[in-house]
């Protein structure tokens, strides 16, 4: 049995806790808020993320240096706005070893870090190889509900991959690894940009053929922009990429879709970020995203698009219109020219 603290007491951190707990393991949720934590120990539910009972052996904290006594692992899983900070906080806090695993999906708009490039700025013991990933198709409410689900869980270092593949696997929760952290973060990150797209098309009432069209083509976008970065390709293929992507693109549970959704029936970005009452990572990571591929010089016709309706207060139907009159072009330009570039050379 280990003891971890999960940092961040949302949807997601609600969830994982579950798991981590399902496996025997003694579990400490953080939260920012004391209020929260009080109402989380005394009637062992969290409303306004999941309408579920929580197990009594999940104690919630408020006080964050409490939280992390004598922990083995650290499950980070605040929204990325909040990295920074809670990591300085954790700086001053771990004397020991602990490992870290983060399930935050989103990029730092400015400076363009993923999340694991955050942590290795701001904590003083700790580097890019000391931190495992954790990604893939997996909607809160569906795990909190043990309903079969499978992510993979990436590091550069094998050993510390595998000890947070042991730390969650269990009959309804499915764990791969992966060494490529690159492709796992950009893949969790960049697909909540598509699925505001997928959001806003069934806000304006397209069909099925139209979100097939943009998750698809979201997917060569998302290729495009990971293996510039360093990426490989096929991780884009597998659960952090196309299976993350069509859970987020296709589900009423995915805020993401929720927001554009909204967005697509005619809300401004106030108006929708007010509505939703929580944090919508594809909208940060749009600004970031639009920024990289400026950057790198690479086309993303899709997300430069739902920028433009996120700030620069274009109509979707515009936007829609110029992503239909693009010039020609063929199809297997993206993906399998990435493949092929990557794997004949």
Same mark, same amino acid.
Request: aromatic share 6%; with cysteine.
């Given at each position: 049995?280990?003891?971890?603290?999960?940092?961040?007491?949302?949807?997601?951190?609600?969830?994982?806790?579950?798991?981590?707990?399902?496996?025997?393991?003694?579990?400490?949720?953080?939260?920012?808020?004391?209020?929260?934590?009080?109402?989380?120990?005394?009637?062992? @539910?969290?409303?306004?993320?999941?309408?579920?009972?929580?197990?009594?052996?999940?104690?919630?904290?408020? #006080?964050?240096?409490?939280?992390?006594? #004598?922990? $083995? #692992?650290?499950?980070?899983?605040?929204?990325? @706005?909040?990295?920074?900070?809670?990591?300085?906080?954790?700086?001053?806090?771990?004397?020991?070893?602990?490992?870290?695993?983060?399930?935050?999906?989103?990029?730092?708009?400015?400076?363009?870090?993923?999340? $694991?490039?955050?942590?290795?700025?701001?904590?003083?013991?700790?580097?890019?190889?000391?931190?495992? &990933?954790?990604?893939?198709?997996?909607?809160?409410?569906?795990?909190?509900?043990?309903?079969?689900?499978?992510?993979?869980?990436?590091?550069?270092?094998?050993?510390?991959?595998?000890?947070?593949?042991?730390?969650?696997?269990?009959?309804?929760?499915?764990?791969?690894?992966?060494?490529?952290?690159?492709?796992?973060?950009?893949?969790?990150?960049?697909?909540?940009?598509?699925?505001? !797209?997928? !959001?806003?098309?069934?806000?304006?009432?397209?069909?099925?053929?139209?979100?097939?069209?943009?998750?698809?083509?979201?997917?060569?976008?998302? *290729?495009?922009?990971?293996?510039?970065?360093?990426?490989?390709?096929?991780?884009?293929?597998?659960?952090?990429?196309?299976?993350?992507?069509? &859970?987020?693109?296709?589900?009423?549970?995915?805020?993401?879709?929720?927001? !554009?959704?909204?967005?697509? @029936? !005619?809300?401004?970005?106030?108006?929708?970020?007010?509505?939703?009452?929580?944090?919508?990572?594809? &909208?940060? *990571?749009?600004?970031?995203?639009?920024?990289?591929? $400026?950057?790198?010089?690479?086309?993303?016709?899709?997300?430069?698009?739902?920028?433009?309706?996120?700030?620069?207060?274009?109509?979707? @139907?515009?936007?829609?219109?110029?992503?239909?009159?693009?010039?020609?072009?063929?199809?297997?330009?993206?993906?399998? $020219?990435?493949?092929?570039?990557?794997? *004949?050379?």
């Amino acid at each position: 049995m280990s003891k971890v603290a999960v940092l961040g007491a949302g949807s997601w951190g609600t969830a994982l806790s579950i798991v981590l707990a399902d496996n025997g393991h003694d579990v400490r949720l953080w939260t920012h808020s004391k209020e929260q934590a009080e109402t989380i120990n005394s009637t062992h @539910k969290n409303e306004k993320y999941l309408e579920i009972m929580i197990p009594e052996k999940i104690k919630a904290y408020y #006080d964050l240096e409490a939280a992390l006594d #004598d922990v $083995t #692992d650290v499950v980070l899983v605040v929204p990325t @706005k909040a990295i920074r900070e809670v990591c300085g906080q954790l700086n001053n806090l771990i004397t020991k070893p602990i490992r870290i695993i983060h399930a935050s999906k989103g990029i730092e708009p400015g400076t363009l870090k993923r999340v $694991t490039q955050l942590i290795d700025e701001e904590m003083d013991n700790y580097n890019y190889e000391d931190v495992v &990933v954790l990604s893939g198709p997996s909607h809160a409410e569906e795990v909190a509900m043990r309903q079969p689900t499978t992510v993979t869980v990436a590091s550069i270092n094998e050993d510390y991959a595998k000890s947070a593949q042991e730390l969650f696997f269990n009959e309804s929760f499915r764990v791969y690894t992966s060494n490529d952290v690159i492709g796992i973060e950009l893949g969790g990150a960049l697909k909540n940009i598509i699925a505001l !797209g997928a !959001g806003i098309s069934d806000g304006l009432g397209y069909g099925d053929n139209a979100k097939a069209a943009l998750i698809t083509r979201g997917l060569a976008e998302i *290729t495009r922009l990971g293996t510039s970065l360093g990426a490989n390709p096929l991780s884009f293929l597998g659960l952090p990429g196309v299976g993350d992507l069509i &859970v987020t693109c296709t589900s009423v549970h995915s805020r993401n879709w929720r927001a !554009g959704n909204l967005l697509g @029936k !005619g809300k401004n970005l106030d108006e929708v970020l007010d509505q939703m009452g929580m944090v919508v990572e594809g &909208v940060r *990571t749009a600004k970031a995203a639009y920024q990289f591929a $400026t950057a790198e010089n690479v086309e993303m016709p899709i997300t430069s698009g739902i920028y433009s309706i996120l700030f620069n207060n274009q109509k979707p @139907k515009e936007v829609v219109e110029q992503l239909m009159n693009r010039d020609k072009r063929e199809e297997m330009d993206d993906l399998a $020219t990435l493949l092929r570039n990557r794997y *004949t050379r």
